[in-house]
């Protein structure tokens, strides 16, 4: 009977792990698509093909060539047009495709909001729309600047 259970168990796992595989089929189908606005917009080195502009005055944020595509999960509150980020909990969104800028003096136009804790968001210098990207006291010598954020031309 204890062979039978663990027999059962076993297989319970092997079916786990196969649907497991078609759920990875499905996402790489997805990311391919993906790849495709990415290699518009990526270099083959990983830098900002085009020019990073702000997506409501079309400001420019980042010269062509000046950034590196990084990928890293980072929050940012939902998009609105003062310098302070709204902080309402449960909205925003979870971005993943950033370009990364290890000086702020890279940067063509960029405004900060104040700090929330050791975050400061980057807004448009312009038109102070926002956040269009992230950044953390702690580390100097990074500027994300999130990608489903900016304008690219
Ligand atoms: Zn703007």
Known sequence: IIYLKTF???????MCILSGVE????ESS???KECCTRSELVSEDGKNLKSVLCQRCGSKVLCPGMAVYSEKE????????????SLTEG???NLSAHWL?????????????????????????DCEIGPIGW???DDKKSYYVAVERVDHA
């Open 23 to 26: 759920m990875d089929k499905e």
């Open 101 to 125: 800028v290890d000086d702020m003096y890279t940067f063509e136009n960029v405004g900060f909001t104040n700090d929330v804790g050791r975050i400061k968001y980057l807004i448009c210098a």
């Open 135 to 137: 950044h953390c006291l």
């Open 30 to 32: 997805v990311e391919s």
């Open 8 to 14: 059962y168990t076993l297989s319970i796992g092997e």
């Open 91 to 93: 909205s925003g969104d």
């Open 74 to 85: 980072l929050f940012l509150p939902p998009m609105r047009n003062k310098k302070a980020p």
